[in-house]
Each structure stands twice: as structure tokens, then as C-alpha cells.
T-cell receptor
């Protein structure tokens, strides 16, 4: 069974710190990997998409890396702000691209002002 | 673009009643997905469509669940009869050419 694991499950850090969220997956034959943000009671917002042929993607203060051989991805958030507080979800697409996403359980992030 | 649109945003119903959830994908996206989110199981894929045709419904939990996509701009997920264990947030998502999925705001379903 293909599984996606996110560590830690929860994280609380002071404002301004740089932080790393981790995602691991059991099957390295992925098609792509997507990082989402979910605010309480809201839908999912796509943050970054990394294709299987890519090593990293950047958007503003966010940087996501992908290491297929080790089955890992990291989401790096620079200079964290209270507005970054949310649950961050990692999702992997396996197979030929048209399959659904397999999600991790998420990391609940709190940035302390 | 308005993004993926779902209705209703909240639904409270009694056990045994029929529930219909609706979704309008982003225009031009050929793939549409239905997911369910619960505290215990997280986000799980229920079914997905390509060009209005159901491709994989292996995630649909029981025969009480059914989904249709009569045209490129509309899909429904129906539960009949509903049960308390169906209480969850149901998300619809559509996918672009680059295989990036975009999610709607979800429908929070409570079955009493």
C-alpha cells in the first residue's frame, strides 16, 4: 500500500524563524508531488507542484525539494510569519498522471507572534 | 477564474435521507476528482472523471455512494441513504494540463 507520512504532526515556532516540514513516501515511482495549505474550515490551496523529473520548486518564501531515491520531500519556509499558521499537506500522485492524490495527514503549524 | 465551486457549503441531514453534493470545476480542466476528509482517515480519493467519464471509482465506500458528471462543467456526488458515519468534509478538485490539482472549498456534511 502506498503511504505518505508527514513529520512532525504539529510544530510551533516563534515568528521570523526558518523551518522545514518533512514528507516521506513509500513508493519512489511517483509522477509528481504537491504541497497544499489548509486553513481551518477551508479548502486546500496549492502551494507548489514538483514533477518527478524536478529536484525543487520555489515560490516566494517557500521552497520544496524532492528526492525520489530516498522517498522524501521537504517544504522550507523562510522568515515565518503568523499568517503562515495553517495545516500543510503533502500529496503524491502515482502512476501515469491521471490518478488521484495520496495525502499525508499533514503538519499543523503555529507561528507565534 | 472563480476556481472550483462547490455547493452547498454545509449540509445537515438526518440518517436515511438522500444527500446531493455539487461541483463546478475550473473551465478547461479535463479531470475532476471527489475526495473525502475525516479526522481519522485524512483525505481519501473517492472517484475521478476524465472528460466526463468515470475512470476509477474504487474509493467509493459503498453502493450508497454514486457520482455523475453529465457535462464538463458540473458533477454531483449522491449519498442514499445517508448514515452518521458519512459525516465528513467532501472536496471536489479539478486538474490542469500540468497535473496540478485545484480544490474547492468543500461541503461539510453532518448526518444526524
Amino acid at each position: 500500500k502506498q503511504e505518505v507520512t508527514q513529520i512532525p504532526a504539529a510544530l510551533s515556532v516563534p515568528e521570523g524563524e526558518n523551518l522545514v516540514l518533512n514528507c516521506s513516501f513509500t513508493d519512489s515511482a511517483i509522477y509528481n508531488l504537491q504541497w497544499f495549505r489548509q486553513d481551518p474550515g477551508k479548502g486546500l490551496t496549492s502551494l507548489l507542484l514538483i514533477q518527478s523529473s524536478q529536484r525543487e520548486q520555489t515560490s516566494g518564501r517557500l521552497n520544496a525539494s524532492l528526492d525520489k531515491s530516498s522517498g522524501r520531500s521537504t517544504l522550507y519556509i523562510a522568515a515565518s510569519q503568523p499568517g503562515d499558521s495553517a495545516t500543510y499537506l503533502c500529496a503524491v500522485k502515482y502512476g501515469g498522471g491521471a490518478d488521484g492524490l495520496t495525502f499525508g495527514k499533514g503538519t499543523h503549524l503555529i507561528i507565534q507572534p | 477564474d472563480a476556481g472550483v465551486i462547490q455547493s452547498p457549503r454545509h449540509e445537515v441531514t438526518e440518517m436515511g435521507q438522500e444527500v446531493t453534493l455539487r461541483c463546478k470545476p475550473i473551465s478547461g480542466h479535463d479531470y475532476l476528482f471527489w475526495y473525502r476528509q475525516t479526522m481519522m482517515r485524512g483525505l481519501e480519493l473517492l472517484i475521478y472523471f476524465n472528460n466526463n467519464v468515470p475512470i476509477d471509482d474504487s474509493g467509493m465506500p459503498e453502493d450508497r455512494f454514486s457520482a455523475k458528471m453529465p457535462n464538463a462543467s458540473f458533477s454531483t456526488l449522491k449519498i442514499q441513504p445517508s448514515e452518521p458515519r458519512d459525516s465528513a468534509v467532501y472536496f471536489c478538485a479539478s486538474m490542469n494540463f500540468y497535473n496540478e490539482q485545484f480544490f474547492g472549498p468543500g461541503t461539510r456534511l453532518t448526518v444526524l
